[in-house]
């Protein structure tokens, strides 16, 4: 299996928690699938991420054909392993005039496996600026998971508004991208990102993979397989979608974004992080 990763960039990965920027696809086709995703939010009146949320992959085929992109399947490919499973991505949108936000948290300090060797690619469809509020990182911050509170923010794009309560802002860095770039950080990564001060919007979309060796201790066990396969069968793979907007695949994202929101899993999460 060829590399997508050079040597310099593994060890910054390993190393910081990251990596950053990468190259993916053209800023051109970065923009044709901007204008689908505002296409959508014309004929339905809302922001694409009120409804196609936590599995947001299985409402476009275009999104899932992206997250298996060998630049894209590739890079998570060198920094978790060969067998890549999706279990979360949505599209993170930063209108200008906003002020909206992300905290500082880390991605695996709400999820619940058997190990925290998850990582997340960020591709931007815009390009994604410190003044756009782009993806701000702690490096060497994954080696631990942390304790987190939940601040509920009005302007928080985290829906428990999960933060790290202390966090050391001078040695934070920037991870700006160009539309079409995309970034990979650990799941451990403490990471935030500042409002949009700019007067056009940012939009990016984040595919959250695990090796498909890791186990779910609690919640949805089902997830989309990006590379490799799934051994050794700990999860059930979702149904994808032929076109976009498939029934078929609308169908299963109600069904993750319904397990994934039941009350009893939301418990059985509580209980495993203590």
Not at 128 to 155: V, Y
Not at 232 to 259: I, R, T
Request: net charge negative; glycine share 8%.
């Amino acid at each position: 299996m060829p590399r997508v990763l050079t040597d310099a960039q593994l060890k910054a990965y390993q190393q910081d928690g990251f990596v950053s920027p990468l190259d993916c696809i053209s800023s051109e086709e970065a923009n044709q699938y901007f204008r689908i995703i505002e296409d959508y939010e014309k004929m339905h009146n809302e922001d694409v991420s009120v409804n196609i949320r936590v599995r947001a992959v299985l409402a476009f085929k275009w999104m899932i054909d992206l997250a298996r992109h060998p630049q894209i399947a590739g890079a998570l490919q060198d920094c978790i392993g060969p067998n890549v499973m999706l279990f979360l991505s949505g599209v993170w949108s930063k209108r200008p005039g906003t002020d909206t936000f992300v905290s500082w948290h880390q991605d695996g300090a709400y999820n619940p496996f058997d190990r925290n060797t998850g990582a997340t690619a960020w591709i931007g469809l815009t390009d994604s600026t410190p003044e756009k509020g782009n993806i701000r990182s702690i490096p060497g911050s994954h080696r631990e998971a942390l304790e987190h509170e939940e601040r509920f923010q009005k302007d928080n794009i985290l829906s428990r508004g999960q933060s790290v309560p202390e966090v050391d802002e001078s040695v934070a860095v920037d991870m700006p991208l160009k539309a079409g770039q995309f970034s990979i950080h650990h799941e451990l990564l403490v990471h935030g990102s500042a409002p949009n001060t700019t007067d056009s919007r940012r939009l990016g979309i984040s595919f959250a993979c695990v090796p498909a060796e890791a186990k779910p201790l609690s919640g949805p066990n089902t997830g989309v397989l990006i590379a490799g396969d799934n051994h050794p069968g700990h999860w059930v793979l979702n149904k994808e979608p032929a076109f976009d907007l498939d029934p078929v695949g609308l169908a299963e994202l109600k069904a993750v974004q319904d397990a994934y929101r039941d009350p009893e899993a939301t418990k059985q999460i509580t209980e495993v992080l203590g």
